[in-house]
């Protein structure tokens, strides 16, 4: 299977991705999430199962989109696959990323703490899940200009 085979097949399991997230997006945003919301958690075991299964969903779509599907957008476009930050660099300048490429990477540090850290500090949870939440939109533009690009250019070639 080629580079554009790959790709093909990734965008349309992003779309699955998109699906469940949105999921999960379409209730969590219309919470307002502060510290005492954070506090509420562990007596709400529904509601917790619900913000990981949000956290979860954003970052399988982080990752995917990160280390899979711009790998191969990079590939099919004929350039370099680089460090994380050089291949946002390279969708920054292509007008894909709906922020700075550093922002990119700083979003992933803010992931990864939701994925793999237990809440103990209320205040920065909340913070972080606001910010998944603020970026929820820009990611999915994200994949929806890389794939507009992908369809204008990629598929030309």
Not at 103 to 115: A, P, S, Y
Not at 116 to 124: L, R, S
Request: aromatic letters at 8%; one cysteine or more; a negative charge.
């Amino acid at each position: 299977m080629n580079s554009r085979e790959r790709l093909d097949m990734a965008l349309l399991h992003c779309e699955k991705i998109r699906h469940e997230l949105l999921f999960s997006f379409g209730w969590i945003s219309r919470e307002t999430i502060d510290e005492q919301w954070v506090r509420e958690l562990e007596a709400d075991e529904m509601k917790k199962e619900r913000v990981s299964a949000f956290c979860a969903r954003f970052g399988k779509l982080q990752d995917y989109l990160s280390d899979k599907v711009l790998k191969l957008w990079l590939d099919v476009m004929g350039e370099h696959v680089g460090t994380a930050l050089e291949n946002f660099s390279v969708a920054e300048q292509a007008g894909i990323l709906g922020m700075p490429s550093e922002q990119m990477v700083e979003l992933r540090t803010v992931r990864n703490r939701l994925t793999h850290e237990y809440v103990e500090n209320a205040k920065t949870f909340a913070a972080d899940v606001n910010a998944i939440i603020q970026m929820t939109p820009v990611l999915l533009l994200m994949l929806d200009k890389l794939s507009e690009h992908y369809q204008r250019v990629g598929k030309k070639e």
